[in-house]
């Protein structure tokens, strides 16, 4: 979807690299978006002055003023929109640089083409709870730790930073983490949060050389286990799926099957007395 009622979507590229700008361009503008150019953060920051945009793609390496510094200026606006930060630089500094700054995704170069188009139309598309503010608590690569409002929105955007924190890790490894991180933190805003944002998840990962871990400390009473066996099982013999219709109506997904899953893609899942933080564990070789 490129627009909302009949106006047609505005985004402003920013990269000082002439052909990947103009390339990027037209593959938005073929996607119906309408687009305009900027070659260093200077000239991105006037054409904000000229005309208001719907999404920035910005580039990080920018001479002069880096993408990191127009972010920044960004963002002290009133009501500054959505920014798509582009980098050729991998390394968990940057990123983290970047999301303590409030980017709404991050994409290392270089890229397919097409994947610019979808990361374009997928942050467009989101509601207005995905750009709640995350606070940063922690940004060294050893320990990032951020509390995030209980919306499932800001959760997704929360999973794609997090699971780019290190490249190094096998694709299988990122995975299952990113697998069990997501049923984990979706437990936590549905059950303890109540998808309420007023109520805020706090989230940590921990990197050594020989293991990951995450915890995630529930806002409210605890994550939700045991319960979703016993709904199941209460359920009237001739309407066995009534709790998911329950969770349904609530904007809660059915099952308790991923929690349940969750223990076979990492290596240790352990709760504290309370059940309301929990910690996983993913051994590295």
């Known amino acids: 979807m490129t627009s909302t009622g009949d106006a047609v979507r505005h985004v402003l590229v920013v990269d000082d690299d002439g052909a990947l700008?103009?390339?990027?361009?037209?593959?938005?503008?073929?996607?119906?978006?309408?687009?305009?150019?900027?070659?260093?953060?200077?000239e991105a920051l006037s054409k904000l002055q000229q005309e208001a945009v719907d999404l920035l793609l910005l580039d990080i390496g920018l001479p002069g003023m880096s993408g990191l510094d127009v972010l920044a200026q960004i963002r002290s606006r009133?009501?500054?929109?959505?920014?798509?930060?582009?980098?050729?630089?991998?390394?968990?500094?940057?990123?983290?640089?970047?999301?303590?700054?409030?980017?709404?995704?991050?994409?290392?170069k270089p890229f397919p083409p097409r994947r610019i188009v979808e990361i374009v139309s997928d942050v467009l598309a989101a509601p207005a709870l995905a750009s709640l503010p995350i606070e940063v608590v922690s940004a060294v690569p050893e320990w990032v730790e951020i509390v995030?409002?209980?919306?499932?929105?800001?959760?997704?955007?929360?999973?794609?930073?997090?699971?780019?924190?290190?490249?190094?890790?096998?694709?299988?490894?990122?995975?299952?983490?990113?697998?069990a991180f997501r049923e984990l933190l979706t437990n936590a805003i549905e059950w303890g949060g109540h998808l309420d944002p007023q109520r805020m998840v706090r989230i940590s990962c921990i990197r050594t050389r020989r293991m990951l871990l995450y915890r995630i400390a529930d806002p409210g009473e605890g994550f939700d286990i045991s319960g979703l066996a016993h709904a199941a099982i209460s359920n009237p013999e001739d309407d066995p799926l009534a709790h998911d219709r329950v969770r349904e109506a609530m904007g809660l997904r059915p099952g308790g099957l991923g929690l349940v899953l969750t223990r076979a893609f990492v290596?240790?899942?352990?709760?504290?007395?309370k059940r309301n933080e929990v910690v996983l564990v993913k051994y590295l070789d």
């Open 148 to 179: 995030a409002p209980c919306a499932l929105e800001v959760g997704e955007r929360v999973r794609e930073f997090v699971m780019q924190l290190d490249a190094t890790l096998t694709v299988d490894v990122r995975e299952s983490v990113a697998q």
């Open 78 to 108: 009133a009501a500054p929109p959505p920014v798509i930060m582009m980098t050729a630089d991998d390394t968990p500094e940057t990123l983290l640089q970047s999301f303590r700054a409030q980017a709404q995704r991050f994409i290392r």
């Open 21 to 42: 700008r103009h390339a990027i361009a037209a593959l938005l503008d073929q996607a119906g978006y309408r687009t305009a150019q900027a070659r260093d953060g200077r």
């Open 267 to 273: 290596d240790d899942v352990i709760y504290n007395e």
